[in-house]
Nanobody, 127 residues
C-alpha cells in the first residue's frame, strides 16, 4: 500500500516556474514507478510525465517536453515535477500516481495502469 501527498501548487504568472512534490508513505517507494497527470476543468485527465523506479526510464507528454522535468529521490520517498516556462494552458489539478514496478524500465503513460493516486494540487497560470 502506498499513500501519496502532493504539494507545491499555486498561482503563478505565465513564464514562471513551480516545483511540485509528491511524498509517498511506505518503505518500498523505490519499487514503484511514478507518474504525474493533470486534469483541467471540463477536460479528461492527461499524462504529463513518468519515471521508472531507478530513474532509468523517463517519459514526457509532448506538450511539456523541454519545459518540465520529473525526478525522484528514493531516499526521501519523493518524486518531483519541476515546471518552467509555464503557460496558461498548464492550468490544472496535478496528480501523482504510483504503480509497482516489475522491471527497471517500467514507467507507464496510461493512468489506468497506476494503482495509487494522490489527492492532487492545483496549479493556476495567469496570462
Amino acid at each position: 500500500q502506498v499513500q501519496l501527498v502532493e504539494s507545491g501548487g499555486g498561482l503563478v504568472q505565465a513564464g514562471d516556474f513551480l516545483r511540485l512534490s509528491c511524498a509517498a508513505s511506505g518503505r518500498t517507494f523505490s519499487s514503484y514507478a511514478m507518474g504525474w497527470f493533470r486534469q483541467a476543468p471540463g477536460k479528461e485527465r492527461e499524462f504529463v510525465a513518468a519515471i521508472s523506479w531507478n530513474g532509468g526510464s523517463i517519459y514526457y507528454a509532448d506538450s511539456v517536453k523541454g519545459r518540465f522535468t520529473i525526478a525522484r529521490v528514493n531516499a526521501k520517498n519523493t518524486v518531483y515535477l519541476q515546471m518552467s516556462s509555464l503557460k496558461p494552458e498548464d492550468t490544472a489539478v496535478y496528480y501523482c500516481a504510483a504503480d509497482y514496478a516489475a522491471s527497471s524500465w517500467y514507467a507507464p503513460k496510461k493512468g489506468d495502469e497506476y494503482h495509487y493516486w494522490g489527492q492532487g494540487t492545483q496549479v493556476t497560470v495567469s496570462s
